[in-house]
Structure formats: C-alpha cells, structure tokens
T-cell receptor, first 111, second 115 residues
Framework: EDKVVQSPLSLVVHEGDTVTLNCSYE??????LLWYKQEKKAPTFLFML????IEKKSGRLSSILDKKELFSILNITATQTGDSAVYLC???????????FGTGTRLKVLA | EAGVTQFPSHSVIEKGQTVTLRCDPISGHDNLYWYRRVMGKEIKFLLHFVKESKQDESGMPNNRFLAERTGGTYSTLKVQPAELEDSGVYFC?????????????FGPGTRLTVT
C-alpha cells in the first residue's frame, strides 16, 4: 500500500531558529511530491518537486527531493511566528491525480 | 480570483440523519476532488471529478456516500445515513484542466460532527 510518512509529528522552536521537516514515501509509480502549509483552514501550496536534486526556494523556505532515497525535506530558515502551521506532504503517482498525504508536521514558533 | 469555497463550515448532526456538503471550485477548474481527515489521521482521498464525470472514486468508503457534480460546476457530497465514524473534516480541492496540472487548490473544509 502506498505510504507517506512525515517527521517529526510536532516541533516547537523559537523565532530565528532553522527547522527541517522530513517526508519519506513508499509508492508505486511516483510522479511528484508536494508541500502545503495549513494554518487554520485551507492548505495552501508551497512547492511541487518532480526531479531529484533540484532545490526549490521561496523566501526563507526551500525544499529538495531525493528520488533514490525516497524522501524530501522542507527547510525554513530564520523562523517567524507566522510560520506556525501544519506542514503537509503529499505524493502523486502516475496515472492518477489524487494526493496521498502524510499526517503532517505541526510547527509552533515561539516569539 | 475567488478561491474554493465550501458550505457549511461546520455541521453537527445525529447518527442516522442525512447531511449534504457543498463545494464550489475555482471558476474554470475542470478537476474537483473530495478528501477527508478523520481525527488523528492523515487526509485521505475520496474521489475525483473531471467536469461532471467521476474519474476516480476509489476512496469512497461505502455506499452511504454519494457525490455529484451536475453541470460540471459545483459539487455536493451527501452522507446518508450518517454514522459516528463519518465525523471529520471534509476538504474539497480543484485544479486546472489538463493532464499537466497537479497543483490543487483547497477549500477551508467542512467539519462534520456526528453525535
């Protein structure tokens, strides 16, 4: 059965810290991996990764995919209280468009 | 551009009753998805519409759940009769037409509580 595992489940840091969130997967016919941020309601898109070794960046956030070791990381540098959210990892397999989600990592950034 | 909207935001019903959830996707998005998150678990796929056709309904838990998308615009998800284990947050998402679009835009979800 296809599986996506995120770690840690939750994390508490102080403003200014750097965090690394992990997402590993075991799926057949991998197509893409996506990261979303969920603050209160709707998850919002962060990154989509399809190729290994190519870092995607957006401000203080960056992400990279390793298709050999079957994982991705999401880095957040110089964290701010506004980064507090649940970060969701999802995988899409070829031939379908449905997301297979991990349970998410709950990040809390303290002032 | 308006995002994906869902109605209601929260519904509390008794076991055995019927509830209908509605999703309005982003205008022009042919693809519409329903997902569900039950307490403590990951978000799970329910089904996928392309316009008014069900493309994939492999995640629908049982025949108490009925999804429709008449006219290819908004969608409804009816649960009849509701059971306690149906409680959770139901998310709708939409994406642009075409095979290349994997980015889905999510709605805020409907929290369903069955008592």
């Amino acid at each position: 059965e296809d599986k996506v595992v995120q770690s840690p489940l939750s994390l508490v840091v102080h403003e200014g810290d750097t965090v690394t969130l992990n997402c590993s997967y075991e799926v057949t016919n991998f197509r893409s991996l996506l990261w979303y941020k969920q603050e209160k309601k709707a998850p919002t898109f962060l990154f989509m990764l399809t190729s290994s070794g190519i870092e995607k960046k957006s401000g203080r956030l960056s992400s990279i995919l390793d298709k050999k070791e079957l994982f991705s990381i999401l880095n957040i540098t110089a964290t701010q209280t506004g980064d507090s959210a649940v970060y969701l990892c999802a995988v899409v397999t070829s031939g379908t468009y449905k997301y297979i989600f991990g349970t998410g990592t709950r990040l809390k950034v303290l002032a | 551009e308006a995002g994906v909207t869902q109605f209601p935001s929260h519904s509390v019903i008794e076991k055995g009753q019927t509830v209908t959830l509605r999703c309005d996707p982003i205008s022009g998005h042919d693809n519409l998805y329903w997902y569900r998150r039950v307490m403590g678990k990951e978000i799970k796929f329910l089904l996928h519409f392309v316009k008014e056709s069900k493309q994939d309904e492999s995640g629908m838990p049982n025949n108490r759940f009925l999804a429709e998308r008449t006219g290819g615009t908004y969608s409804t998800l009816k649960v009849q009769p509701a059971e306690l284990e149906d409680s959770g947050v139901y998310f709708c998402a939409s994406s642009q037409p075409g095979l290349a679009s994997y980015e889905q835009y999510f709605g805020p979800g409907t929290r369903l509580t069955v008592t």
